[in-house]
């Protein structure tokens, strides 16, 4: 099972993730974790990320995809992954079509968590204010401001990679507002009949 999943920050992603990496046993695979041990093991990629990290710059898609290439390629990954949080931008998306097809490895499907932005933000400031008359700390990225950032930042250039592998026939939509027994339910339907 090879999947993307797509969805603004609070939709649910990580937590379906999870749920997924126990369900077939493959790895859930985060770039930036992946850059981290890429650069940590001074692999040959791993080494040009850190050089331009060094310099002070933004890691590029090509460095990026690469990791990703090498990272499908460990015996865990054999039978699928999930990608959470990339691509990020179309151009990424379509570099990381070309690598995979020089891999001869298809996506099975591109789940797109979809969410209310202002039913999200409402949720996100409920908790925050729970947490808080709790006596709890609320995390400065689980704060109202952050979130909204993140949401903008989101539709700026992320919202656009739904719609291109939408044309492709790989996007499968699943309503991020239903309880999250609900979400997993809509997916293992949807991965039920992308596997017939």
């Known amino acids: 099972m090879r999947l993307i999943i797509l969805g603004p920050p609070g939709a649910g992603k990580g937590t379906q993730s999870v ?3 126990e369900k077939y046993q493959i790895p859930q695979l985060s770039t930036g974790d992946m850059l981290r041990a890429a650069v940590k093991h001074e692999t040959p990629i791993g ?54 097809a020089s891999k001869n490895v298809q996506l099975d499907a591109v789940l797109e968590l979809v969410i209310d932005h202002e039913k999200l933000m409402a949720r996100i400031k409920k908790r925050a204010a729970d947490m808080e008359a709790a006596g709890q700390t609320v ?10 950032k993140r949401l903008e930042a989101y539709n700026a250039y992320t919202a656009a990679v739904g719609p291109y592998y939408e044309k492709k026939g790989l996007l499968r ?3 991020g507002m239903q309880p999250i027994e609900a979400v997993a339910a809509a997916i293992d339907k949807i991965l039920g009949e992308d596997k017939s």
Do not use: Y
Not at 49 to 77: C, F, Q, T, Y
Not at 140 to 147: H, I, S, V, W
């Open 139 to 148: 995390r400065a990225d689980d704060r109202p401001e952050a979130l909204f």
């Open 47 to 100: 080494l040009k990320a850190k050089e331009v990290m060094a310099a002070g710059h933004l890691v590029s898609d090509e460095i990026v995809v690469g990791i990703v290439a090498d990272r499908i390629e460990e015996p865990d990954a054999h039978n699928g992954f999930i990608l959470d949080g990339f691509p990020r931008t179309v151009p990424q998306a379509e570099a990381l079509d070309k690598m995979l």
């Open 19 to 21: 749920r997924l990496v």
């Open 173 to 175: 939509k699943v309503d």
